[in-house]
């Protein structure tokens, strides 16, 4: 990757570590504190040139838009997702359907060329529970669906501050039902990125609540079975889900007004019982990722509770890293994301039932 003379994205930060439970502040705890002093921190000589190139542009450069006005945020955000898009498309082949599913909004995302019937993915896009539909979800699929040469669904859910959980839930739990009625759950598998990991979790406490059977394998990417915590929400460096030094706190995000942060249908992680029925998991991050400890914390209440969790972390990489195709990171993560969901989900021919995805309005 070369010297210290040719390294460039460096980033001057405070780092603090703290004392932080993965899924609630113990007050009672005895403070446990270190203050390190600013110092500049070179990009990683492990990251390839091209990721080098994404993290000066993307994290030191336009990284994601965040502010109180949730229109402006929304706009910004999509024009960048519509670049990515258009980035993607010229890269992958695919075609795009825009239906409805159980009165969900979703975008089917298929291989151009004739992919695998047999099994289904369904995604759940990031955003922060606030924005990420439309393109935003396209640039989870796109890569997805090209390399695993397997159909991808992405719902486009409800979001705050229109909706409050378990808004998210009921609909993934919809546009689930329906995909039942086609093939079996053994078939299909979901997985996002960022709070689309999140709900991925909370889906299957809920799944697991209305009696619907668990699918035939997850994927959790950049965030977890938990509420953003750990060392990696206070020493991320350019991670979009908080300032580094500061951590995040999702305690007054709007979506979970009013929620139970103890109610394992909120963090999931939380309950062992819950965790030991998950299928299947794909846990992806990186060295850089604010969310890393959430993924960190996830794998291991998935070993701890005999559940088959497969972690990748690449080293230098950011939140939501994958959402740009160009680096080197990018593309070996989507072809471990293919593998991953063709070694786990069983054809829908052996399972009994078939048909076509149900496509709704």
């Not at 159909?151 to 919809?174: G, K, L, Q």
Request: glycine fraction near 10%; charged fraction near 20%.
């Amino acid at each position: 990757m070369g010297k210290a003379s040719v390294r460039c994205g460096l980033i001057m930060v405070t780092l603090s570590f703290a004392a932080a439970a993965a899924f609630a502040k113990d007050e009672a705890a005895p403070a446990a504190r270190v203050d390190v002093p600013a110092f500049s921190l070179p990009f990683s000589e492990f990251a390839s040139p091209s990721a080098r190139e994404w993290f000066v542009r993307r994290v030191l450069g336009d990284g994601p838009k965040l502010g109180p006005d949730i229109a402006r945020v929304r706009k910004e955000n999509e024009a960048v997702d519509m670049d990515r898009v258009a980035r993607m498309r010229a890269l992958f082949d695919v075609r795009i359907e825009r239906k409805t599913i159980a009165g969900v909004p979703v975008q089917i995302v298929s291989p151009a060329r004739k992919g695998d019937a047999t099994r289904t993915l369904v995604n759940l896009h990031g955003g922060g529970f606030l924005w990420g539909s439309g393109p935003g979800a396209l640039v989870e699929s796109i890569p997805i669906a090209a390399e695993s040469g397997i159909t991808v669904v992405a719902i486009d859910y409800r979001m705050a501050p229109e909706a409050r959980y378990p808004a998210a839930s009921e609909d993934v739990a919809a546009v689930y039902r329906a995909l039942l009625k086609a093939r079996p759950a053994g078939s299909i598998g979901i997985y996002g990125c960022s709070a689309g990991a999140m709900l991925t979790a909370e889906s299957m406490v809920w799944f697991q609540r209305h009696r619907l059977p668990a699918p035939g394998a997850i994927g959790m990417f950049c965030m977890g079975a938990t509420m953003p915590g750990g060392d990696s929400a206070y020493l991320s460096t350019g991670a979009s889900n908080g300032t580094p030094g500061k951590g995040f706190d999702f305690s007054a995000h709007p979506y979970f007004a009013g929620a139970d942060f103890r109610d394992a249908g909120v963090v999931p992680a939380s309950s062992d019982a819950v965790m030991a029925a998950f299928p299947p998991t794909l846990l992806i991050s990186g060295t850089r990722d604010g969310g890393l400890s959430s993924v960190l914390a996830t794998q291991s209440a998935l070993t701890r509770n005999g559940v088959e969790a497969r972690l990748h972390v690449w080293d230098g990489m950011w939140h939501s890293f994958m959402s740009d195709p160009e680096p080197r990171e990018s593309r070996e993560a989507y072809r471990v994301v293919a593998e991953f969901f063709k070694a786990h989900l069983r054809p829908a021919s052996a399972g009994g039932k078939r048909g076509a995805i149900s496509r709704g309005e």
